[in-house]
Structure formats: structure tokens, C-alpha cells
């Protein structure tokens, strides 16, 4: 069936490096996708979406990539902080009425 | 403004007891979805509302488990006869549902469920 997978399910880094987080998604239909952080204890936090007309889209020290070709999504993180020790979770949406699908997360450990 | 609430945050209780969730959604969310995440584990759908529409419960796991929702505001998730294997975090989202597709949901910080 279709599904959000993610190629690491742990990724550990060093304070400063940026971090690449992957996923791959298997609906060639889904036009709208989320990056989502939950740290320990919390409910998953927005971070960014983009929408299928784009292929990248910016924010605060991230920056989502969509390459539809071979249906993958990453999230890169520059100059990696304590504070982004998390587990992120990839969703795509491919329908008007439908919830979004969501991956089984990666868990990035900064390193000091 | 207000995030998404959910009470109780943690609840404890014997297996084969009825236990009541609660979630207070964003206001003006017309959309409102339960989901279950075991310890180390994604997010499991459980249930899906939109409006007035009857809700998506494709994702409900057994009879044991229900939902309602009292129109565009406060849901509570229902499982009957808990068992142990119901032990997780259950997790509610909002969204606005904005027309084309689009779903951006917020999450509430979720319902910690220790069956014993």
C-alpha cells in the first residue's frame, strides 16, 4: 500500500554540522508535505511544509527539499543546536479529505 | 493564542476499565484527528473529523475504541475494557483543513495511557 518511509531511523551529529534528515514517500499522487519535530514528552511541532509546485522552501536555519522525480523529501538543518535533538517526522497529504500519512520519524542526537 | 489542549495528561488505570480522553482543539479548526504512538514508535491514525461530516474511524483498532466529537469543539476518545497492549500516548491534532488539500495539523501535547 502507500506509505512515508524514512531511509535512517537514528542520526547522530556534531553541535554545529548540519544535519540531513531523508524521506521517501510512495504516492506519486500527494502534492502537500510537513516536517514535524516532537521532542521528549511533547506532541510533534510544525516546522515546515511545501507543496508540490515548489522544490525547496526555506525558513529559520531549515530548508525542505522535494525532488518528485523519485519521490523523496529531506530536511536539512544548519549549524545543528542541543535544542534540535528531536524525533522528526516527515507527512504527505494526497487528498482533499484525507489525513495526512505520516513517517516513522528520525531521531537526531546532537552531539557537543 | 491557545495551542491545542488535552487532559488528562497522564492517567493510569486497571485493565478492563473504561477510560475518557479529552481534547480542546484550536478554535476555528474545522478539522480534528485522534492518533496512538507506542513508546519509540510514529504516529498510528485512529480517527478523523471534518465539520458536520460523519467521521473517517478507519483507523479505530477494535470496538473497544470511540470517538466524538460536539461540533467544531471539544472530542473525547473512549476505549472500553482497556487493555494492556492499549498502553501509549495518545496524541490530537487540529487543523483548519483549508480548501485544495492542504492539512497543516497542530498537535496537543498528548495523553500519556499506562494500563496495568
Known amino acids: 500500500g502507500e506509505s512515508v518511509g524514512l531511509h535512517l531511523p537514528t542520526l547522530s551529529v556534531q553541535e554545529g554540522d548540519n544535519s540531513i534528515i531523508n524521506c521517501a514517500y510512495s504516492n506519486s499522487a500527494s502534492d502537500y508535505f510537513i516536517w514535524y519535530k516532537q521532542e521528549s514528552g511533547k506532541g510533534p511541532q510544525f516546522i515546515i511544509d511545501?507543496?508540490?509546485?515548489?522544490d525547496k522552501r526555506q525558513g529559520q536555519r531549515v530548508t525542505v527539499l522535494l525532488n518528485k522525480t523519485v519521490k523523496h523529501l529531506s530536511l536539512q538543518i544548519a549549524a545543528t543546536q542541543p535544542g534540535d535533538s528531536a524525533v522528526y517526522f516527515c507527512a504527505e497529504n494526497y487528498s482533499g479529505n484525507t489525513p495526512l500519512v505520516f513517517g516513522k520519524g528520525t531521531r537526531l542526537s546532537v552531539i557537543a | 493564542g491557545a495551542g491545542v489542549s488535552q487532559s488528562p495528561s497522564n492517567k493510569v488505570t486497571e485493565k478492563g476499565k473504561d477510560v475518557e480522553l479529552r481534547c480542546d482543539p484550536i478554535?476555528?479548526?474545522?478539522?480534528l484527528y485522534w492518533y496512538r504512538q507506542r513508546l519509540g514508535q510514529g504516529l498510528e491514525f485512529l480517527i478523523y473529523?471534518?465539520?458536520?461530516?460523519?467521521?473517517?474511524k478507519s483507523g479505530l483498532p477494535s470496538d473497544r475504541f470511540s470517538a466524538e466529537r460536539t461540533g467544531e469543539s471539544v472530542s473525547t476518545l473512549t476505549i472500553q475494557r482497556t487493555q494492556q497492549e492499549d498502553s501509549a500516548v495518545y496524541l490530537c491534532?487540529?487543523?483548519?483543513?483549508?480548501?485544495?488539500?492542504?492539512?497543516?495539523?497542530?498537535f496537543g501535547p498528548g495523553t500519556r495511557l499506562t494500563v496495568l
Open positions: 473529523f471534518q465539520g458536520n461530516s460523519a467521521p473517517d
Open positions: 511545501i507543496r508540490s509546485n515548489m
Open positions: 478554535s476555528g479548526h474545522t478539522a
Open positions: 491534532a487540529s487543523s483548519r483543513r483549508v480548501a485544495g488539500g492542504r492539512d497543516t495539523q497542530y
